[in-house]
């Protein structure tokens, strides 16, 4: 029984294939987390908390009198309040109409569910195999709030995920001021923390440093989850490699403003809590009603991070994404946003769109710059009508002659940003996110649609589904180009601001669930700046996303990577663009811009028509190779071999059936006299023969066994030239 209660020990067992974590409620009725590792039984691991007098540690009421020994501030807890002793950071603030702040929950009941929990307005996890639920209701017995904690299971990728929801069964008005989805205690164990931090054009670093005494946090307050710090985090032992050793993932499936802080208190006990930030959030809880809060993805991993990655991979695949397109076969595509920017006629789109279709790419996007007046990145969003003196003519006639060309038509849209200088700004200034009184701070130029308004949301899906009717559209690239500031809507009372943040991705949310179901042969693609929204929650909705403004393949080994530790290949928006880069001046071969694309959805983003026969030749080639190799790539099982910082990156994925393996090796420059590199490759049958053949360079085939590729490795061909890659493929024979 993955989850089960032991009515005598009061115990929750929630178990995954193989990992426990176990919860009791003890005599005080506080829900106590006892345990989460590699499986057990029901052993009650409460037997193990050590308890004594700390000193300066508070000691709940009832408690108190008779124990010194029994304090919050150093238990274990499920979901941890504020005020009530626990000086740690806490889950859960809520200030009463007498300002009081102090909230404590106690254990009332529990109840068992068939299914995935569906969290009302946000996205969650789903899945057609049996799944049970488990709702465990808390409640505060002074202010009457009742807090439900949430946990399902997906066994084979070790996932448990957590939700909660606030009801106020009180009788006055409370205010939520912090509402962490997740609590996690560790009452031993010295963890490394492992967070991807970037920038634009330059996202998920990976980072991993040793949790010391005190509290470090990571988050987001632009209103997107940001390219700045992504919401998804690993808890390590100092030993854990990428095959050995115990990690932690939690991925936030939200797209908003998140912190994830990670305390360790004066135990050595570490706690990490996670969930929507609670700077300028606060939610205004009238009698009877709820707040549901996003989802967290924790999976558990005993062999190492490879393996941790893996179980995001097939969830995202299988538990996150949805739809149509969710194991339908991706086009490659071709973007005009590197090939022309915003200078472009129609005819000159169509003659890339028939060069591309020539090349055997499936289909065209029309990138930034097709509607209002949008010449340059001042003016014209919000005016979703085509500049048809620019494209020549309407957007349905240039998106028949593209599709008359045999090839597909995308379109980019930017739905929630608002130029000043366009027509929707003049009917509806009141629509946009601005302080009163007050200039708005500008990104890019421009501002944001105010989506907490249901008149805008409404707006932006008839006006798209107009698009989406009219007009042979097969794809949306659907971006959103600046941070969030002045937070203030107009349509909220003063009481009611510290909502807006939360509401506009509500609203945002509403409008994709919307958009989504009534189109759903549409293949919705999310960006933000390339990666500032890559994040669990907008997965639900695109099943891809434009990992990076970065188009630059070096550059890219390292976005990918970091990605791939809580992010599966086939939602990587990747192309193959112009040389020299324009992001980094750099010049790589056709061939390694190939290589390093075809680690995610794989595209191309430049001018086609300017191809020399040569190339034409070889993108012809790495189409076919692509397509030869789909079902490998997009659903094989991923394995990094290398560090993205070695000499040379390796990465490989494997079919499930271990009958083949893509490897793919990248070289950061040229050495001279190069020193032989090794990989162990993983994955395959140790009892089955292998053939070795190199896909882009010559090179006599090889016969190894799987024992020997697992154990001794490959000496990979070393590089000629700067930047030189390899795909190496194996096969069983
Ligand atoms: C940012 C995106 O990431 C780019 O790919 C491109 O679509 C531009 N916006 C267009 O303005």
New binding site residues.
Partial sequence: MPITWNEEKKLFNVTTKNATYQMKVDSYNHLIHTYYGSQIDDTDMYTQISFADRGFSANPYEAGKMDRTYSLDVLPQEYSCYGTGDFRITGLRVKESTGNQTVALKYVKHAFFDGFHKINGLPSVHGTSPSTSLCITMKDDVNGLVVELWYGILEETDVITRTVKLINRGNAQLIIEKAASMNLDFTYGEFDWITLHGRHAMERNVERRAISHGISSIGSVRGTSSHHYNPFTILCEKETTETNGSCYGFSFMYSGEFLIEVEKDQMAQTRMIMGIHPDNFSWILDPDQTLELPMVIMSYSANGLGKLSQNYHKTIKENVIRGNWKNKRRPVLI?N??ATYFDFTGDKLVEIAKEAQSLGIELFVL???WFGKRDD?NSGLGDWYPNEKKLGCTLKELGNRIVEQNILFGL?L?PEAINEDSDLYRAHPDWVIKAPGRMPALGRNQLLLDFSRDDVCDYIIEVISQLLTEVPISYI?W?M?RSMCDKFSNNLDAAHQGEFAHRFILGLYHVLETLTTRFPDVLFEG????GGRYDCGMLYYTPQI?LS?NTDAINRLSIQYGSSLGYPVATMGAHVSAIPNHQTGRSTSLSTRGTVAMAGTFGY?LDVTKLTEEEKVEVKKQIKTFQKYYDLIQNGVYYRLTSADDICTVWEIVAENKSEALISAVYHGVEANPIPIYVKIQGLDEKKQYEISYLNADCTKQIMSGIALKNAGINIKGATTEFESYQIYIREI
């Fill in positions: 973007n946003w590197e990138d930034d710059g990145d980019w930017e690239k971006d180009n960006c933000s700046g390339g434009w403004d983003e």
